[in-house]
């Protein structure tokens, strides 16, 4: 009956519509149909963050919605935050501070370090360790990360 | 993996909610946050014919006080909960409880029917309910009916819902200004689920402790909840946790998690100001 949907919505501040699989998860989406590969796909259940992006500015994981239930809304992806400068500082600091070397989990890190910067998160180790617990790093062991987070902050008080 | 095929059906008014499932004759399965839902479709554990997504559904939106309960729309996400102004003010238990829940993406989406209505046993939610004295609405093809917290939750994953019924709101009677709370969970890492677990309300020497992560469901124990109003110490309080059907598995033992909500208790009653 309605096994394919069509959606309408914003990607990237890019008016988008489409007709998806009903079945079709929105990380799935960006990727293929649209080839916004920044988004990565890794444990399709909601645990690594691999995945994290933003809906209507709230921060989700990619692999937990469908491209269905993103009709009407804005979506924005690391290609996104990028070419908008919102992460430009960011990146800068994970680039200073080591805080990456294979990069898989970095557009779902930035995401999510954004959501806590955003919402006025403190320069506070446990504090980030805690929010970004969610988001998988196999290769930094964490430290590197906080450190370009509280970088950032740090930097926007002075 | 990916989730097998279905229809995905998004209504915009209770009523038309339940037609839809209806029509699926079982096959059906309502969408809330789909923090839970989802995965088990990407792995194959739930194949559901429909998905009828409750997110337009303008009854379950919503957090208001009416008379001397705050009634919470189903839908009502646990972020939405974090910064409500009414749960802030009244009900500060959610306030202790709610870091606890995963990481803020997922709290962005899964909702407090959802967690209800699912049952999962290491969730926070269910054992919350039972100390706040919520009563759940349901409401189905047959009516709208009301049933206590306390008779809601009936085993691992198993509620008093129907087939094809839905949660509607979940009614908490606002504590009053001398109502105290402890809340207590340890995980392997922060935002896991729960090997052990408590949330603790007290007022007027009447305790309700919930248990939660320990056992097949959220579980009130009277015999621990009386041992504290007594009174007695904490030596003797826990030793009513033998009254708990403690499970084990790969996380942890049934000896672990009886030891574990032990330490739970103790640390959530510490941190009460009582």
């Not at chain 2, 803020?104 to 049952?119: E, K, M, V």
């Not at chain 2, 009516?143 to 094809?164: P, Q, S, V």
Request: glycine fraction near 10%; aromatic fraction near 6%.
């Amino acid at each position: 009956m309605s096994r394919s949907i069509d959606i309408a919505l914003s990607v990237n501040g890019e008016r988008v519509t489409a007709t998806v699989p009903s079945r079709l998860n929105l990380v799935d989406f960006l990727r293929n149909e649209l080839c916004l590969t920044g988004s990565h796909v890794g444990c399709e259940h909601g645990v690594c963050g691999a995945c994290t992006l933003t809906v209507d500015g709230e921060t989700v994981r990619g692999c937990l919605m469908l491209a269905a239930q993103v009709d009407g809304k804005e979506v924005t992806t690391v290609e996104g935050l990028a070419d908008s400068g919102k992460s430009t500082k960011l990146q800068a600091a994970f680039t200073k501070r080591n805080a990456l070397q294979c990069g898989f989990c970095t557009p779902g890190m930035l995401a999510s370090a954004l959501g806590y910067i955003n919402a006025g998160g403190d320069a506070n180790r446990d504090a980030i360790r805690k929010h970004i617990s969610g988001n998988y790093c196999r290769c930094t062991g964490y430290q590197s990360i906080v450190d370009a987070i509280c970088d950032v902050i740090e930097e926007a008080r002075t | 993996m990916k989730a097998p095929d279905f229809d995905y059906l998004r209504p915009s008014t209770l009523d038309e909610a339940l037609t839809m499932i209806a029509e699926y004759q079982g096959d059906a399965m309502p969408l809330a946050g789909g923090q839970s839902l989802m995965p088990m479709m990407n792995f194959r554990i739930a194949a559901p014919e429909a998905l009828i997504d409750l997110a337009d559904v303008v009854e379950l939106q919503g957090i208001i006080q009416e008379g001397d309960s705050i009634r919470i729309g189903a839908m009502t996400r646990y972020a939405q909960l974090m910064s409500d102004p009414v749960i802030l003010a009244s009900i500060p238990l959610f306030g202790l409880a709610l870091p606890h829940i995963a990481h803020d993406a997922i709290r962005n989406r899964g909702t407090i029917g959802g967690s209800l209505a699912l049952a999962d046993p290491a969730a926070e939610m269910p054992a919350l309910m039972l100390v706040l004295n919520a009563t759940i609405e349901i409401t189905g093809k047959t009516g709208t009916r009301k049933i206590k917290a306390d008779e809601f939750f009936l085993g691992y994953f198993d509620t008093a819902l129907e087939e094809e019924e839905l949660i509607v709101a979940i009614h908490i009677p606002t504590p009053a200004a001398d109502h105290q709370f402890g809340f207590h969970e340890l995980t392997q890492r922060h935002g896991d689920y729960a090997i052990a677990g408590v949330a603790v309300a007290f007022r007027t020497n009447c305790y309700r402790v919930a248990f939660f992560g320990v056992s097949d469901r959220a579980i009130r124990v009277p015999a621990v909840e009386n041992a504290l109003a007594r009174g007695d110490g904490m030596d003797t309080v826990v030793t009513h946790l033998n009254d708990i059907e403690f499970s084990g598995d790969l996380k942890a033992s049934k000896i672990t998690r009886q030891r574990l909500a032990k330490v739970a208790l103790g640390r959530a009653i510490e941190g009460m100001t009582l």
